[in-house]
């Protein structure tokens, strides 16, 4: 199935775990409460401006937050670049200097608070849903192997935007249609699960692939959830011991 040739799903009112083989699940706001972890990390900020009195990384990080979502509303080749030139240009920075920036805040530090973020009955959906025969799988717009680890959770194949043979932000969908071609699994017997109606939903939408999200609110399109021990899991939810 080529990048440019995709169909939207038409959604079953209700899911039935017998016709899905593979989960693919978002992790940035799906796998862990991303708005505290955000808190915490903003102390860490907060506490390195106090110390080096200046605003440029938390501005500098800032900039690139929108710009890496200007990029998913208005794709452009080569967005592993623009993300980076776009931001030095705003910040009189090299585009290195931006990278390692980034790669030390957005990739490295959040990692010691991900357990303490993670959503409660995830390691048990994990194991049932393994248990169940299912493959389990992650797309996400960020490199997600470390997360992942420190999440304590375990998934294959593990996909990201900035993978080569990608290359491409949500709502585009080459990320799922790769874990397609991995996986063996056709699209209509596959579900993502993520956090975001515009991003992960719409490109599980282009991939054929229903979608799961995360929200506050039903959706008129997507089937939603609150929690992961919300009944529509509940068939999927291994047992402890």
Known sequence: MACNEMEGYALSPLLDWKEIDLVVFDVDGTLYDQRRLRLAMLRCLLAATWQTRSL??????????????????HPEADFMRLQYAR??????????????????????????FLAGCRYPHLDT????LRGAGKQVAVFSDYP??????????RAAPVVCATDAGVARLKPDPCGLLSILR????????????????????????????????????PHPLFDTFR?????????MQSRPA
């Open 125 to 128: 959906l994990f194991a049932g």
């Open 182 to 217: 991995q996986t063996g699994v056709p699209a209509q017997r596959a579900l993502m699960i993520g956090d975001r109606f515009d991003r992960d939903a719409v490109a599980a939408s282009r991939a054929g692939m229903r979608a799961l999200i995360r929200a506050g609110k």
């Open 144 to 153: 997600a192997t470390d997360k992942l680890a420190a999440l304590g959770l």
């Open 87 to 112: 931001t030095a240009a705003r910040h009189h920075k090299t585009e290195g200097e931006v990278r390692a920036l980034t790669d030390e805040w957005m990739e490295r530090k959040p990692l010691p």
């Open 56 to 73: 440029d990384t938390l501005r500098t990080l800032r900039t690139f937050r929108h710009v890496r979502e200007a990029l998913g509303d």
């Open 227 to 235: 929690a992961y021990d919300d009944p529509v899991f509940q068939p």
